[in-house]
């Protein structure tokens, strides 16, 4: 069995052995922007890091998790603005709900959850020390003269995406970027610092009056939370480029040292022939499912039966399937009679540290439930064993 948790590496493009540092192993995940319920895109992608977490815990690590809440951002204060609520108030309710639907699906919460508005002090502090590095400059704009960041010209930019030229100015744009605002000296420029817009939140700062970009609010909560060289820094393969691309590019400027030691990404789930987006609005929600009266466990079986990296499409068959499946696992509960389970536990823990191969563990336990249910034994020890371990490694409890 392999000792210790391996990972595809999206920057390398290798899988690379995790080996935290002092037995405390560091991961940052970015964490949501809370204008809107959660989807099963999300709940996949964390999900996915959950796993990792329960892997590395399961190695007899500490871990360090850290994730940020994007509490201040446009798509946020837009919908705000549509809906005529306030915008702390919609971040408020829309982070309480993602809270419990995490706590639905039995994902182990982060360490350290943290905004961006409570972090601004941060940022500004990290952009002071960008300063000096010429990479930094202020658009000539009279009335929002905003900070930006000479990305191309920073260490190793381009090495976490790997995408050329072409290719990132063909996804910036859609990826929350502005590759045509006027006086950038590169259209890939990242915004650092933004001007104070009429009737939106700011605050003051020595950069003037205003609220951080994007990019620098996970740079400032992963440095401050984890420091330098963490060990993964994770979200969904949307977020490779542009955003941790120009995380790492900031980061690794205002450090001099890299980030992360891998970047990891999960798939992005689809409904209707495309990607599950808040902003598309073709979701299918956690707290929707629970409330039809889903059983979250079944929701997560059924995330768990593809593999993180890749991408797929959801529909409720994945869930009926997912129910029958749960039904069995816990039958054998219920059934009293049982192989032993080391064999099983080795698989399902071989499966996982070889980069989170949930399908392959979740066929380990159902070829265990079957041959279970059709010998003649009392081995109450190892049904005891497998609840257990079914928990710790996948989160699902029978
Ligand atoms: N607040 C930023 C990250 S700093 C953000 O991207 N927020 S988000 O709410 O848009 O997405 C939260 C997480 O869910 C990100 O890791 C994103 O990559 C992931 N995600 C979003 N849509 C999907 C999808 N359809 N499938 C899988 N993961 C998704
Ligand atoms: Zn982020």
């Known amino acids: 069995m392999p000792k210790s948790l391996r990972l595809y590496d999206t920057a390398s493009a290798e899988m690379v052995a995790t080996e935290p540092d002092q037995a405390t192993a560091r991961m940052y995940v970015c964490g949501i922007t809370p204008y809107d319920a959660t989807h ?3 709940a ?3 999900v996915a890091f959950d796993l990792a977490n329960r892997v590395w815990r399961d190695l007899g690590l500490d871990v360090n998790y850290t994730q940020n809440v994007t509490d201040v951002d446009d798509p946020l204060l837009e919908r705000a603005e549509a809906t005529g609520q306030g915008w702390e108030e919609l971040a408020e309710s829309q982070i309480e709900l993602f809270r419990s639907d995490m706590t639905d699906l039995r994902v182990i919460p982060p360490e350290n959850y943290v905004g961006a508005v409570e972090t601004i002090a941060c940022v500004v502090e990290i952009i002071e020390q960008l300063l000096p590095s010429g990479l930094v400059y202020q658009v000539e704009d009279d009335e929002h003269p905003d900070w930006y960041f000479n990305s191309v010209n920073a260490t190793g930019f381009g090495g976490v995406s790997n995408l050329d030229a072409e290719q990132m100015l063909s996804v910036f744009a859609e990826n929350g970027g502005d590759p045509e605002r006027p006086g950038k000296r590169h ?3 990242s915004l650092l610092w933004q001007f104070a817009r009429e009737g939106e939140p700011s605050w003051s700062s ?4 205003g609220r951080p970009g994007w990019h620098i609010e996970c740079v400032a909560i992963s440095l ?3 420091g330098t060289h963490f060990d993964v820094q994770g979200g969904g393969s949307d977020l490779a480029f542009p955003h941790h691309e120009m995380c790492a590019a900031q980061a690794i400027t205002a450090s001099r ?3 992360a030691k891998a970047f990891v990404h999960s798939g992005m789930v689809a409904l209707d022939g495309e990607k599950m987006s808040k902003s598309k609005g073709n979701l299918e929600l956690v707290s929707r499912l629970r409330h039809a009266g889903a059983d979250p466990m079944a929701v997560r079986l059924a995330l768990l039966d593809n593999h993180y990296r890749s991408d797929w499409e959801w529909n409720a068959s994945l869930l009926s399937r997912a129910e029958k499946r749960l039904e069995l696992w816990r039958s054998v509960r219920n059934n009293g009679t049982a192989l ?3 064999g099983l536990i080795d698989q399902m823990r071989t499966a996982l540290r070889d980069d989170l191969d949930s399908p392959s563990a979740l066929q380990s336990v159902d070829a265990w439930v079957a041959g279970s249910l059709a010998i003649d034994s009392d081995d109450t020890g190892a049904i005891a064993d497998m609840v257990t371990a079914v928990d710790a490694l996948l ?3 029978l």
Request: charged letters at 20%; proline letters at 16%; a negative charge.
């Open 187 to 189: 259209p890939l420029d």
């Open 395 to 397: 989160g699902i409890k």
């Open 340 to 342: 032993p389970a080391a």
């Open 206 to 209: 020595p950069l003037g009056e």
């Open 224 to 226: 401050k939370y984890l």
């Open 40 to 42: 099963l895109g999300h």
């Open 44 to 46: 996949n992608t964390y």
């Open 257 to 259: 040292e890299p980030m």
